[in-house]
Protein backbone atom coordinates (compact mmCIF):
# COMPACT_ATOMS: atom_id res chain seq x y z
CA UNK A 1 0.00 0.00 0.00
CA UNK A 2 2.63 2.43 0.60
CA UNK A 3 4.34 1.85 -2.82
CA UNK A 4 1.38 2.46 -4.63
CA UNK A 5 0.70 5.61 -2.96
CA UNK A 6 4.23 6.95 -3.37
CA UNK A 7 3.59 5.54 -7.50
CA UNK A 8 0.17 7.62 -7.41
CA UNK A 9 2.08 11.19 -5.39
CA UNK A 10 4.35 10.87 -8.03
CA UNK A 11 2.14 9.86 -11.52
CA UNK A 12 -0.43 13.24 -9.57
CA UNK A 13 2.97 15.53 -9.47
CA UNK A 14 3.50 14.70 -13.32
CA UNK A 15 0.01 15.07 -14.27
CA UNK A 16 0.48 18.73 -12.63
CA UNK A 17 3.58 19.20 -14.58
CA UNK A 18 1.77 17.84 -17.72
CA UNK A 19 -1.23 20.55 -17.22
CA UNK A 20 1.47 23.51 -16.72
CA UNK A 21 3.02 22.31 -19.65
CA UNK A 22 -0.07 22.27 -21.81
CA UNK A 23 -1.38 25.77 -20.94
CA UNK A 24 1.78 27.25 -21.84
CA UNK A 25 1.85 25.19 -25.26
CA UNK A 26 -1.79 26.56 -25.65
CA UNK A 27 -1.06 29.85 -24.93
CA UNK A 28 1.82 29.99 -27.16
CA UNK A 29 -0.13 28.51 -30.08
CA UNK A 30 -2.54 31.25 -29.28
CA UNK A 31 0.42 34.19 -29.83
CA UNK A 32 1.12 32.22 -32.71
CA UNK A 33 -2.18 32.18 -34.42
CA UNK A 34 -2.81 35.51 -33.38
CA UNK A 35 0.79 36.80 -34.87
CA UNK A 36 -0.39 34.68 -38.23
CA UNK A 37 -3.28 36.86 -38.52
CA UNK A 38 -1.61 39.80 -38.25
CA UNK A 39 1.26 38.97 -40.55
CA UNK A 40 -2.05 38.03 -42.90
CA UNK A 41 -3.30 41.15 -42.52
CA UNK A 42 -0.19 43.01 -43.15
CA UNK A 43 0.48 41.25 -46.34
CA UNK A 44 -2.75 41.51 -47.67
CA UNK A 45 -2.39 45.39 -46.89
CA UNK A 46 1.35 45.49 -48.43
CA UNK A 47 -0.18 43.22 -51.27
CA UNK A 48 -2.85 45.98 -51.87
CA UNK A 49 0.26 48.84 -51.33
CA UNK A 50 2.07 47.11 -54.59
CA UNK A 51 -0.87 47.35 -56.63
CA UNK A 52 -1.55 50.56 -55.96
CA UNK A 53 2.12 51.33 -56.55
CA UNK A 54 2.19 49.30 -59.79
CA UNK A 55 -0.81 51.05 -60.87
CA UNK A 56 0.92 54.40 -60.73
CA UNK A 57 4.09 53.10 -62.27
CA UNK A 58 2.12 51.81 -64.96
CA UNK A 59 0.62 55.21 -65.48
CA UNK A 60 3.57 57.31 -65.16
CA UNK A 61 5.47 54.68 -67.89
CA UNK A 62 2.55 55.06 -69.96
CA UNK A 63 2.35 59.23 -69.38
CA UNK A 64 6.48 58.95 -69.97
CA UNK A 65 6.00 57.31 -73.42
CA UNK A 66 3.61 59.83 -74.08
CA UNK A 67 6.08 62.42 -73.49
CA UNK A 68 9.10 60.56 -75.37
CA UNK A 69 6.37 60.85 -77.89
CA UNK A 70 6.05 63.97 -78.45
CA UNK A 71 9.09 64.68 -77.75
CA UNK A 72 10.31 62.25 -80.89
CA UNK A 73 7.37 64.34 -82.59
CA UNK A 74 8.29 67.57 -81.63
CA UNK A 75 12.07 66.63 -82.68
CA UNK A 76 11.03 65.37 -85.87
CA UNK A 77 8.65 69.21 -86.23
CA UNK A 78 11.61 70.68 -85.07
CA UNK A 79 13.90 69.19 -87.74
CA UNK A 80 11.33 69.81 -91.03
CA UNK A 81 11.59 73.54 -89.72
CA UNK A 82 14.88 74.08 -89.67
CA UNK A 83 15.45 72.35 -92.74
CA UNK A 84 12.27 74.40 -94.30
CA UNK A 85 13.40 77.65 -92.78
CA UNK A 86 17.11 78.56 -93.17
CA UNK A 87 16.18 81.51 -90.11
CA UNK A 88 16.25 78.36 -87.88
CA UNK A 89 19.96 77.88 -87.32
CA UNK A 90 20.30 81.15 -86.17
CA UNK A 91 21.45 81.37 -81.96
CA UNK A 92 19.25 81.29 -79.48
CA UNK A 93 19.29 85.25 -78.89
CA UNK A 94 18.11 86.05 -82.21
CA UNK A 95 15.21 83.57 -81.98
CA UNK A 96 11.57 83.92 -81.12
CA UNK A 97 9.75 83.42 -78.02
CA UNK A 98 8.72 80.49 -76.54
CA UNK A 99 5.10 79.80 -75.82
CA UNK A 100 5.15 79.66 -72.28
CA UNK A 101 7.17 83.27 -72.35
CA UNK A 102 4.98 84.74 -74.57
CA UNK A 103 1.72 83.28 -72.15
CA UNK A 104 3.91 85.08 -69.06
CA UNK A 105 4.55 88.53 -71.03
CA UNK A 106 0.85 88.25 -72.03
CA UNK A 107 -0.44 87.73 -68.54
CA UNK A 108 1.64 90.24 -67.08
CA UNK A 109 0.48 92.85 -69.83
CA UNK A 110 -3.38 92.09 -69.09
CA UNK A 111 -2.20 92.67 -65.23
CA UNK A 112 -0.72 95.98 -65.61
CA UNK A 113 -3.97 96.91 -68.07
CA UNK A 114 -6.01 96.06 -65.48
CA UNK A 115 -4.06 97.54 -62.57
CA UNK A 116 -4.14 100.66 -65.07
CA UNK A 117 -7.94 100.36 -65.51
CA UNK A 118 -8.04 100.02 -61.34
CA UNK A 119 -6.31 103.55 -60.90
CA UNK A 120 -8.27 105.35 -63.93
CA UNK A 121 -11.33 104.32 -62.21
CA UNK A 122 -9.70 105.52 -58.56
CA UNK A 123 -9.04 108.53 -60.33
CA UNK A 124 -12.43 109.31 -61.39
CA UNK A 125 -14.29 107.98 -58.48
CA UNK A 126 -11.58 110.79 -56.30
CA UNK A 127 -12.66 113.51 -58.72
CA UNK A 128 -16.66 113.34 -58.65
CA UNK A 129 -15.84 113.16 -54.60
CA UNK A 130 -14.03 116.41 -55.10
CA UNK A 131 -16.75 118.17 -57.23
CA UNK A 132 -19.39 117.10 -55.02
CA UNK A 133 -17.51 118.34 -51.60
CA UNK A 134 -16.89 121.68 -53.96
CA UNK A 135 -20.30 122.01 -55.25
CA UNK A 136 -21.77 121.19 -51.45
CA UNK A 137 -19.00 124.03 -49.83
CA UNK A 138 -19.98 126.86 -52.98
CA UNK A 139 -24.21 125.95 -52.46
CA UNK A 140 -24.07 126.40 -48.73
CA UNK A 141 -21.73 129.60 -48.96
CA UNK A 142 -23.99 131.03 -50.85
CA UNK A 143 -27.09 129.66 -49.25
CA UNK A 144 -25.48 131.33 -45.77
CA UNK A 145 -25.00 134.54 -47.21
CA UNK A 146 -28.34 134.65 -48.74
CA UNK A 147 -29.84 133.41 -45.33
CA UNK A 148 -28.34 136.68 -43.44
CA UNK A 149 -29.54 138.79 -45.88
CA UNK A 150 -32.88 137.85 -45.37
CA UNK A 151 -32.72 137.80 -41.83
CA UNK A 152 -31.38 141.41 -42.21
CA UNK A 153 -34.51 142.08 -43.45
CA UNK A 154 -37.00 140.04 -41.88
CA UNK A 155 -37.55 138.05 -44.72
CA UNK A 156 -38.19 133.97 -44.72
CA UNK A 157 -37.03 131.83 -47.17
CA UNK A 158 -39.67 128.86 -49.00
CA UNK A 159 -38.20 125.46 -47.90
CA UNK A 160 -37.65 123.88 -51.55
CA UNK A 161 -39.81 121.18 -52.61
CA UNK A 162 -38.54 119.18 -55.37
CA UNK A 163 -41.12 117.78 -58.32
CA UNK A 164 -42.65 114.82 -58.59
CA UNK A 165 -41.44 112.52 -61.03
CA UNK A 166 -44.73 112.42 -62.46
CA UNK A 167 -44.65 115.88 -63.00
CA UNK A 168 -40.97 115.87 -64.89
CA UNK A 169 -42.01 112.78 -66.92
CA UNK A 170 -45.22 114.59 -68.22
CA UNK A 171 -43.62 117.97 -68.73
CA UNK A 172 -41.03 118.39 -72.21
CA UNK A 173 -37.52 120.47 -72.15
CA UNK A 174 -38.49 124.17 -73.63
CA UNK A 175 -35.22 123.88 -75.62
CA UNK A 176 -36.60 121.57 -77.81
CA UNK A 177 -40.18 122.49 -78.39
CA UNK A 178 -41.05 125.93 -80.00
CA UNK A 179 -44.10 127.09 -80.15
CA UNK A 180 -46.25 127.61 -83.40
CA UNK A 181 -46.18 130.78 -86.17
CA UNK A 182 -48.74 133.46 -84.78
CA UNK A 183 -48.47 132.93 -80.60
CA UNK A 184 -47.97 136.14 -79.21
CA UNK A 185 -45.29 137.12 -77.65
CA UNK A 186 -46.15 138.19 -73.98
CA UNK A 187 -46.75 134.80 -72.71
CA UNK A 188 -43.39 133.71 -74.10
CA UNK A 189 -41.79 136.65 -71.82
CA UNK A 190 -44.01 135.65 -68.79
CA UNK A 191 -42.61 131.87 -69.40
CA UNK A 192 -39.02 132.40 -69.57
CA UNK A 193 -39.66 134.76 -66.49
CA UNK A 194 -41.02 131.88 -64.95
CA UNK A 195 -38.54 130.02 -66.10
CA UNK A 196 -35.89 131.95 -65.01
CA UNK A 197 -37.43 132.55 -61.26
CA UNK A 198 -37.75 128.70 -60.77
CA UNK A 199 -34.27 128.29 -62.05
CA UNK A 200 -33.11 130.61 -59.50
CA UNK A 201 -35.03 128.86 -56.51
CA UNK A 202 -33.59 125.16 -57.87
CA UNK A 203 -30.29 124.46 -56.53
CA UNK A 204 -27.55 123.82 -59.01
CA UNK A 205 -27.42 119.90 -58.92
CA UNK A 206 -31.80 119.83 -59.24
CA UNK A 207 -31.31 121.57 -62.46
CA UNK A 208 -28.36 119.43 -63.76
CA UNK A 209 -30.91 116.49 -62.82
CA UNK A 210 -33.60 117.92 -64.43
CA UNK A 211 -31.78 118.93 -67.48
CA UNK A 212 -30.45 115.69 -67.88
CA UNK A 213 -34.09 113.73 -67.51
CA UNK A 214 -35.16 115.85 -70.24
CA UNK A 215 -32.18 115.77 -72.91
CA UNK A 216 -32.75 111.50 -71.85
CA UNK A 217 -36.63 111.71 -72.83
CA UNK A 218 -35.95 113.41 -75.92
CA UNK A 219 -33.42 111.03 -77.15
CA UNK A 220 -35.48 108.16 -75.70
CA UNK A 221 -38.33 109.95 -77.95
CA UNK A 222 -35.78 110.49 -81.04
CA UNK A 223 -34.37 106.93 -80.93
CA UNK A 224 -38.25 105.32 -80.66
CA UNK A 225 -37.04 103.54 -77.39
CA UNK A 226 -37.50 103.92 -73.68
CA UNK A 227 -36.10 102.70 -70.73
CA UNK A 228 -37.62 100.76 -68.44
CA UNK A 229 -35.72 99.06 -65.26
CA UNK A 230 -31.89 100.31 -66.99
CA UNK A 231 -33.15 98.28 -70.12
CA UNK A 232 -33.72 99.65 -73.68
CA UNK A 233 -36.92 98.75 -75.01
CA UNK A 234 -38.62 99.84 -78.22
CA UNK A 235 -41.59 101.36 -78.56
CA UNK A 236 -44.87 99.22 -80.13
CA UNK A 237 -45.37 100.33 -83.52
CA UNK A 238 -49.10 99.76 -83.47
CA UNK A 239 -49.27 101.71 -80.46
CA UNK A 240 -51.39 105.24 -80.90
CA UNK A 241 -50.04 108.31 -80.42
CA UNK A 242 -52.05 109.44 -77.21
CA UNK A 243 -52.91 106.01 -75.97
CA UNK A 244 -50.63 105.07 -72.80
CA UNK A 245 -47.95 102.60 -73.65
CA UNK A 246 -48.49 99.15 -71.43
CA UNK A 247 -45.22 98.24 -69.81
CA UNK A 248 -43.73 94.87 -70.92
CA UNK A 249 -43.67 91.86 -68.14
CA UNK A 250 -41.01 90.09 -69.44
CA UNK A 251 -38.37 92.65 -68.51
CA UNK A 252 -35.94 91.54 -65.87
CA UNK A 253 -35.69 93.60 -62.51
CA UNK A 254 -32.67 94.30 -60.50
CA UNK A 255 -34.01 93.35 -57.12
CA UNK A 256 -31.05 94.02 -55.07
CA UNK A 257 -27.07 94.41 -55.27
CA UNK A 258 -24.91 93.36 -52.89
CA UNK A 259 -21.25 92.87 -52.06
CA UNK A 260 -20.55 88.80 -52.15
CA UNK A 261 -17.72 89.10 -49.48
CA UNK A 262 -18.07 92.36 -46.78
CA UNK A 263 -14.46 91.60 -45.76
CA UNK A 264 -13.13 92.28 -49.20
CA UNK A 265 -14.50 94.74 -51.39
CA UNK A 266 -12.03 94.01 -53.56
CA UNK A 267 -12.48 90.44 -54.45
CA UNK A 268 -13.36 89.47 -57.86
CA UNK A 269 -15.68 86.76 -59.01
CA UNK A 270 -14.29 83.73 -60.98
CA UNK A 271 -17.30 81.66 -61.53
CA UNK A 272 -20.82 80.28 -60.08
CA UNK A 273 -23.29 77.50 -60.76
CA UNK A 274 -26.90 77.10 -59.69
CA UNK A 275 -27.37 74.16 -57.77
CA UNK A 276 -31.06 72.98 -58.17
CA UNK A 277 -33.09 71.17 -55.55
CA UNK A 278 -32.96 68.14 -57.55
CA UNK A 279 -29.59 68.05 -57.13
CA UNK A 280 -29.00 69.13 -53.42
CA UNK A 281 -32.40 67.73 -51.85
CA UNK A 282 -33.12 70.74 -49.95
CA UNK A 283 -35.91 72.41 -50.18
CA UNK A 284 -34.99 75.88 -52.56
CA UNK A 285 -32.11 76.35 -55.13
CA UNK A 286 -28.85 77.58 -53.72
CA UNK A 287 -25.65 79.32 -55.29
CA UNK A 288 -22.02 78.65 -55.30
CA UNK A 289 -19.60 81.32 -56.06
CA UNK A 290 -16.11 81.10 -56.54
CA UNK A 291 -14.09 84.66 -55.60
CA UNK A 292 -10.75 85.54 -53.98
CA UNK A 293 -7.29 86.78 -55.32
CA UNK A 294 -5.01 84.84 -57.69
CA UNK A 295 -3.52 82.85 -55.04
CA UNK A 296 -6.58 81.53 -53.20
CA UNK A 297 -10.45 80.70 -53.74
CA UNK A 298 -13.32 81.59 -51.49
CA UNK A 299 -16.80 79.52 -51.89
CA UNK A 300 -19.79 81.38 -50.63
CA UNK A 301 -23.08 79.90 -50.69
CA UNK A 302 -26.14 81.77 -50.93
CA UNK A 303 -29.83 81.49 -51.15
CA UNK A 304 -31.18 83.36 -54.51
CA UNK A 305 -34.38 83.70 -52.49
CA UNK A 306 -32.74 85.42 -49.38
CA UNK A 307 -29.48 86.71 -50.84
CA UNK A 308 -28.40 88.71 -47.75
CA UNK A 309 -28.05 85.02 -45.91
CA UNK A 310 -24.85 83.18 -46.54
CA UNK A 311 -25.33 79.84 -46.26
CA UNK A 312 -21.86 78.57 -45.94
CA UNK A 313 -18.43 79.92 -46.56
CA UNK A 314 -15.38 78.31 -46.89
CA UNK A 315 -11.84 78.52 -49.00
CA UNK A 316 -10.48 76.02 -50.83
CA UNK A 317 -6.77 74.74 -50.36
CA UNK A 318 -4.62 77.55 -51.04
CA UNK A 319 -2.60 75.82 -54.41
CA UNK A 320 -4.16 77.29 -57.40
CA UNK A 321 -7.36 79.58 -58.54
CA UNK A 322 -10.65 77.69 -59.38
CA UNK A 323 -12.00 78.57 -62.63
CA UNK A 324 -15.23 76.67 -63.53
CA UNK A 325 -17.59 74.67 -61.67
CA UNK A 326 -20.42 72.69 -62.10
CA UNK A 327 -23.08 71.10 -60.03
CA UNK A 328 -23.92 67.42 -60.80
CA UNK A 329 -27.45 65.42 -59.55
CA UNK A 330 -27.39 62.11 -57.66
CA UNK A 331 -27.31 58.76 -59.77
CA UNK A 332 -28.34 56.19 -58.26
CA UNK A 333 -27.82 55.63 -54.72
CA UNK A 334 -24.82 58.83 -54.65
CA UNK A 335 -25.95 61.76 -53.70
CA UNK A 336 -25.16 65.47 -55.50
CA UNK A 337 -22.05 66.74 -55.71
CA UNK A 338 -20.70 69.89 -57.14
CA UNK A 339 -17.11 69.36 -59.46
CA UNK A 340 -15.02 72.34 -58.78
CA UNK A 341 -11.57 72.67 -61.33
CA UNK A 342 -8.48 74.77 -60.65
CA UNK A 343 -5.81 75.78 -62.74
CA UNK A 344 -3.37 73.53 -61.67
CA UNK A 345 -5.32 70.87 -62.83
CA UNK A 346 -7.26 69.29 -59.72
CA UNK A 347 -10.88 68.31 -59.95
CA UNK A 348 -12.15 68.74 -55.82
CA UNK A 349 -15.89 67.01 -55.16
CA UNK A 350 -17.59 68.38 -52.63
CA UNK A 351 -21.13 67.64 -51.28
CA UNK A 352 -23.98 69.58 -52.47
CA UNK A 353 -26.48 69.88 -49.11
CA UNK A 354 -24.49 68.14 -46.12
CA UNK A 355 -21.19 69.11 -45.27
CA UNK A 356 -19.93 71.31 -47.79
CA UNK A 357 -16.93 71.32 -46.64
CA UNK A 358 -15.73 68.52 -47.23
CA UNK A 359 -14.03 67.32 -49.79
CA UNK A 360 -15.34 63.98 -50.95
CA UNK A 361 -12.41 63.17 -53.52
CA UNK A 362 -10.63 64.36 -55.58
CA UNK A 363 -7.79 63.70 -58.75
CA UNK A 364 -4.82 65.76 -60.46
CA UNK A 365 -4.58 65.92 -64.01
CA UNK A 366 -1.70 67.32 -66.51
CA UNK A 367 -3.37 70.50 -67.46
CA UNK A 368 -5.57 73.01 -65.56
CA UNK A 369 -9.02 72.52 -65.93
CA UNK A 370 -11.09 75.34 -67.52
CA UNK A 371 -14.79 73.98 -68.14
CA UNK A 372 -16.55 71.22 -66.81
CA UNK A 373 -20.21 70.07 -68.21
CA UNK A 374 -22.71 66.97 -66.81
CA UNK A 375 -24.58 65.23 -69.47
CA UNK A 376 -25.99 61.46 -69.21
CA UNK A 377 -23.84 60.19 -66.45
CA UNK A 378 -20.45 61.64 -67.78
CA UNK A 379 -18.93 64.86 -66.95
CA UNK A 380 -17.02 66.05 -69.62
CA UNK A 381 -13.72 68.34 -68.20
CA UNK A 382 -11.91 70.97 -70.96
CA UNK A 383 -8.30 71.20 -70.57
CA UNK A 384 -5.50 73.77 -71.33
CA UNK A 385 -4.02 71.45 -74.10
CA UNK A 386 -6.98 71.36 -75.87
CA UNK A 387 -8.10 67.88 -74.81
CA UNK A 388 -11.15 66.37 -72.99
CA UNK A 389 -11.45 64.32 -70.06
CA UNK A 390 -14.53 61.92 -69.79
CA UNK A 391 -15.06 60.73 -66.19
CA UNK A 392 -17.97 57.84 -65.90
CA UNK A 393 -20.08 56.76 -63.13
CA UNK A 394 -19.43 53.57 -62.05
CA UNK A 395 -21.79 51.27 -59.48
CA UNK A 396 -19.17 52.07 -56.61
CA UNK A 397 -19.56 55.94 -57.21
CA UNK A 398 -16.97 58.53 -59.90
CA UNK A 399 -13.80 56.68 -60.57
CA UNK A 400 -11.68 59.72 -61.31
CA UNK A 401 -8.46 58.10 -61.85
CA UNK A 402 -9.43 55.90 -65.16
CA UNK A 403 -10.75 58.52 -67.29
CA UNK A 404 -10.89 58.99 -70.94
CA UNK A 405 -8.90 61.87 -72.85
CA UNK A 406 -9.34 63.05 -76.02
CA UNK A 407 -7.40 65.62 -78.34
CA UNK A 408 -8.92 67.93 -80.12
CA UNK A 409 -6.20 70.18 -82.30
CA UNK A 410 -2.59 69.77 -82.78
CA UNK A 411 -0.33 72.95 -82.32
CA UNK A 412 -1.06 76.01 -81.14
CA UNK A 413 -3.05 74.37 -78.44
CA UNK A 414 -5.91 76.34 -76.50
CA UNK A 415 -7.79 75.71 -73.57
CA UNK A 416 -11.28 74.54 -73.89
CA UNK A 417 -13.87 76.98 -72.48
CA UNK A 418 -16.85 75.86 -73.26
CA UNK A 419 -19.02 72.77 -73.88
CA UNK A 420 -22.78 72.34 -74.39
CA UNK A 421 -24.24 68.68 -74.35
CA UNK A 422 -27.80 67.85 -76.01
CA UNK A 423 -29.08 64.55 -77.29
CA UNK A 424 -25.82 62.68 -77.25
CA UNK A 425 -23.76 65.13 -78.64
CA UNK A 426 -21.20 67.52 -77.32
CA UNK A 427 -20.42 70.84 -79.19
CA UNK A 428 -16.77 72.34 -78.00
CA UNK A 429 -15.77 75.68 -79.09
CA UNK A 430 -12.19 75.32 -79.45
CA UNK A 431 -9.81 78.28 -81.46
CA UNK A 432 -12.57 79.70 -84.05
CA UNK A 433 -14.37 76.41 -85.12
CA UNK A 434 -16.95 73.76 -82.84
CA UNK A 435 -16.30 70.28 -83.13
CA UNK A 436 -19.23 68.33 -82.77
CA UNK A 437 -18.24 64.94 -80.65
CA UNK A 438 -20.64 61.61 -80.07
CA UNK A 439 -20.49 60.90 -76.24
CA UNK A 440 -20.90 57.65 -76.62
CA UNK A 441 -17.98 56.52 -79.43
CA UNK A 442 -16.51 60.11 -78.66
CA UNK A 443 -15.26 60.54 -81.89
CA UNK A 444 -15.37 63.99 -83.72
CA UNK A 445 -18.43 63.54 -86.43
CA UNK A 446 -18.18 67.24 -87.79
CA UNK A 447 -16.00 70.62 -87.76
CA UNK A 448 -17.28 73.68 -88.74
CA UNK A 449 -16.03 76.91 -88.41
CA UNK A 450 -18.14 79.99 -86.86
CA UNK A 451 -15.37 83.19 -87.43
CA UNK A 452 -13.86 83.67 -90.83
CA UNK A 453 -10.41 85.00 -88.58
CA UNK A 454 -9.08 82.06 -87.21
CA UNK A 455 -7.09 83.85 -84.25
CA UNK A 456 -10.55 84.48 -82.48
CA UNK A 457 -11.94 82.03 -79.94
CA UNK A 458 -15.60 80.64 -79.64
CA UNK A 459 -16.46 81.90 -75.65
CA UNK A 460 -19.77 80.81 -74.97
CA UNK A 461 -22.24 78.14 -76.61
CA UNK A 462 -26.43 78.80 -75.64
CA UNK A 463 -29.00 76.40 -77.04
CA UNK A 464 -32.27 78.01 -77.81
CA UNK A 465 -35.48 75.34 -79.17
CA UNK A 466 -33.41 73.63 -82.33
CA UNK A 467 -30.52 76.18 -82.85
CA UNK A 468 -27.26 77.13 -81.26
CA UNK A 469 -26.29 80.65 -80.91
CA UNK A 470 -22.20 81.23 -80.72
CA UNK A 471 -20.34 84.32 -79.84
CA UNK A 472 -16.17 84.72 -80.41
CA UNK A 473 -13.84 86.62 -77.81
CA UNK A 474 -14.06 90.43 -79.14
CA UNK A 475 -16.52 89.42 -81.90
CA UNK A 476 -19.68 91.63 -81.52
CA UNK A 477 -21.47 89.01 -84.00
CA UNK A 478 -23.25 86.67 -82.62
CA UNK A 479 -24.72 83.31 -84.96
CA UNK A 480 -27.25 80.98 -84.86
CA UNK A 481 -26.47 77.78 -86.10
CA UNK A 482 -28.56 74.45 -86.28
CA UNK A 483 -28.29 71.85 -83.83
CA UNK A 484 -28.08 68.78 -86.33
CA UNK A 485 -26.58 69.64 -88.97
CA UNK A 486 -24.20 72.72 -88.27
CA UNK A 487 -25.77 74.76 -90.81
CA UNK A 488 -25.26 79.00 -89.85
CA UNK A 489 -29.13 79.82 -89.57
CA UNK A 490 -28.45 83.69 -88.86
CA UNK A 491 -25.95 86.39 -87.96
CA UNK A 492 -26.67 89.51 -85.78
CA UNK A 493 -24.32 92.25 -85.49
CA UNK A 494 -24.58 94.34 -82.12
CA UNK A 495 -21.77 96.91 -83.36
CA UNK A 496 -24.75 99.47 -84.27
CA UNK A 497 -26.82 98.72 -81.48
CA UNK A 498 -24.14 99.18 -79.22
CA UNK A 499 -22.90 102.36 -80.36
CA UNK A 500 -26.48 103.64 -81.28
CA UNK A 501 -27.19 103.48 -77.40
CA UNK A 502 -23.94 104.04 -75.50
CA UNK A 503 -22.06 106.37 -78.00
Known amino acids: VRGGTDQFEEILAQFEDLKVAHESVEAARKALISRVVELTDDRAALTLEVATLQETVERLEGRLKERDEEIRRVRKELESCQSEDPDASLSTSMRHFSRSEMARVVMEKNQYKQRLFELQEAVRHSQTLRATKEEKFTEEKQSSVWRKFNRLFGLTKVPLVPPSASSLVQQTSPAFNRPPL???????????????????????????????????????????????????????????????????????????????????????????????????????????????????????????????????????????????????????????????????????IHSASANRRCCLQSACLSEGVHSLMYSDGQVVAGLGDGTLAFFSHTSDGWNLQSHTVMALGANPLQPVRCCLAKGGRLWVGYWNKVHVVDMESR?????????????????????????????????????????????????VDLTSLVTKTLG
Not at 464 to 485: E, H, K, M, N, Y
Request: net charge negative.
Open 443 to 491: KVEQIFSVSERGEQQVRFLCAAGSGVWASCRLDPVIRLFDWSTGRPLQE
Open 182 to 348: GTPQPPLISQSQSESASSTVLSPRLRRKELYREIRSQIWGILGKRQIHGWSVSLASTQEAGEPIPEPKDVPVLVQLRLLDQRDSTAKINCAAAVPPETSGEASCSVWVISGPASCSDITVIDPARSNTVLDQFSLPPTAPALCMCAVPPIDNSSGTVWIGTQEGSIL
